[in-house]
């Protein structure tokens, strides 16, 4: 009876924060809340920066080609 009872009280989408409100409060679900809140963030961050350091490395493997091709580029190698 008691898993109905608990089934009952949370919506059908359910989610970590409506299930830490139902069963332990209103407060500690906010800190859940919260919680999911940063983790999403930093995940976002990461995929962001990752990806970034990717199209920087095409254009620069872009840009090493291109400049190869020019007709100054002989002459002005270091």
Do not use: N
Not at 20 to 47: K, N, P, Q, S
Not at 56 to 67: A, H, K, P
Request: charged share 15%; proline share 3%; glycine share 6%.
């Amino acid at each position: 009876m008691c898993y109905a009872e608990l089934a009952s009280a949370l919506p059908a989408a359910g989610s970590s924060y409506t299930y830490a409100y139902a069963t332990i409060g209103e407060i500690f679900a906010w800190i859940i809340a919260w919680d999911l809140v940063l983790e999403f963030a930093l995940g976002a961050a990461v995929v962001a920066r990752a990806w970034s350091a990717y199209v920087l490395g095409v254009f620069d493997s872009c840009r090493r080609r291109c400049s190869a091709r020019t007709p100054w580029s002989t002459w002005a190698r270091c």
